[in-house]
């Protein structure tokens, strides 16, 4: 019996991912989405370009530009500090929608009007360049990232929206010459942080990121002289912007604190990517996550939509991912900032070296607390099914397997005196290289001696 497409709201990597997942367990998928209206850049990390290699978006990997070292310049000290590589956001979409389309997702390109759930499930109206079109589906899924309403509207009154101090960037672009190498540099200063890219292609973007509680920022008609203003406190400015002529005058605005927006999900709706988890950009872990909660997206839908009694299950999974996540991100930023010790009494500064307040560190040790054996959800065959798994300090949510090994499984059979990684690899039907590395897992967590 055919079914209507899952409608995903937005094109962005995670809308794309999850789409392209859907697909391949069998399910349409249609992604309705608008080209993005205003210039955007980021640094890209191996991380997710690694992704987009490992799941076939030739056209994404080719969109990406040139990798550069970052130039940083925090707590008084100047050096070279990890590579990423240029990303055009503009044209990095495309190329995502022109994947997904030869992956089998219908994409419509369209501004979305509403989306209202009725009698016979979710309607949806939009506006494409042909006119005003309207399609149902038995499913949704919301991901059009920070500015998304469908999760703020669904929300419960109460704990529904989570945000670190409010934090804008504020955006400006300008002309360079073409003989200028392409580069990214980022630096510190009392008010904030800034972000500077050159594409070598005669185009730099300055983006300044800065506290925005309500009346910090100017209305719209003072912003440039507010953004001159703050190029002015910025030392590195000097070299940045040198013979560099603005495009405009216009300075683009943009929420950039990190956010966390619950419920995740209902029984026939999901929320993905930034509309649910959007991180501080100082972590630089964007579309790292987007391009993760698309992958995990599929299989709770697919687990929603065919297994009807695990509803609960799937959601408790995805709640649990989006939680972990939003938790380990937001420890990662406040170690970003606490590490500029400068202005520890600046505002800024004071309150992003103190958020969350929560005990920990992002990436704790393996072994920092005893490992514990326990019932968790996890993705096996596109579905979310209960399995048994160890949950260390470094894996909260538990780990299921190692390269395909079963690690509770692995662990019994050690205990039990199978401690040869040739026989065991034999009755898993694997590789030794996989036994052992199952076991140097276990080993490094105190799981076994």
């Known amino acids: 019996m055919a079914i209507n497409p899952v409608i995903i709201m937005g094109g962005g990597p995670a809308g794309v991912f999850t789409a392209c997942e859907l697909v391949k367990l069998g399910i349409p998928a249609m992604i309705i989405t608008r080209p993005r209206p205003f210039p955007a850049w980021e640094g890209l990390s191996d991380r997710p ?26 707590n008084g000290v100047s050096q070279a500090q990890n590579r990423e590589y240029i990303l055009n956001r503009q044209t990095f979409d495309q190329a995502l929608l022109a994947d997904a389309k030869d992956k089998g997702v219908e994409v ?56 670190a101090p409010a934090t804008s960037a504020l955006l400006k672009s300008y002309h360079v010459s073409p003989d200028l190498g ?28 800065v506290s925005s509680e309500k009346g910090e920022l100017p209305p719209k008609a003072g912003l440039d002289r507010f953004f001159t203003a703050l190029t002015d406190q910025l030392p590195e400015t000097r070299d940045w912007l040198r013979e560099a002529s603005p ?79 939003f938790e380990g991100g937001c420890l990662m930023g406040r170690e970003f900032y606490a590490s500029e010790e400068r202005w520890p009494d600046a505002p800024f500064w004071k309150a992003r070296s103190s958020w969350p307040p929560l005990d920990g560190v992002s990436h704790p040790g393996p072994a920092s607390k005893p490992a514990e054996l326990c019932q968790k959800p996890v993705v096996r065959g596109g579905f979310i099914e209960l399995e048994d798994v160890i949950v260390s300090a470094d894996h909260p949510r538990g780990v299921w397997q190692v390269d395909g090994i079963p690690l509770v499984k ?22 030794i290289a996989h036994v052992a590395a199952a076991r140097h897992w276990l080993m490094d967590r105190h799981v076994i001696s």
């Open 49 to 74: 370009l690694n992704s987009l290699r490992h799941f076939e978006f030739t056209q994404t990997v080719e969109s990406v530009g040139d990798m550069v070292e970052r130039a940083a310049h925090w």
């Open 108 to 163: 419509r390109r369209a501004r979305i009007e509403q989306a209202v759930r009725g009698p016979n499930g979710w309607h949806i109206s939009y506006i494409t360049p042909e006119g005003p079109q309207e399609s149902v589906t038995d499913f949704l899924v919301e991901a059009r990232g920070r500015e998304a309403k469908l999760g703020r509207k669904m929300r419960a009154e109460d704990g529904g929206f989570t945000s």
């Open 182 to 209: 392409a580069m990214t540099s980022v630096a510190s200063f009392p008010k904030g942080w800034a972000w500077y890219l050159r594409d070598g292609k005669g185009t730099a973007i300055l983006q300044i990121f």
């Open 247 to 325: 495009h405009d005058d216009q300075v683009s605005v943009r929420t950039a604190a990190a956010n966390k927006t619950l419920p995740v999900g209902g029984d026939d709706f999901l929320v993905v990517g930034d509309s649910s988890l959007a991180l501080d950009p100082l972590s630089g872990n964007g579309i790292f996550y987007a391009i993760g909660s698309g992958l995990a997206a599929a299989p709770v839908i697919n687990t929603m939509m065919h297994r009807p009694a695990d509803r609960a299950l799937a959601l408790r999974f995805y709640a649990e991912r989006i939680n972990f996540a």
């Open 410 to 431: 692995l662990m019994n059979m050690i205990r039990d005196g199978s401690r040869d990684d040739a026989d065991n690899a034999e009755k898993f039907g694997r590789s």
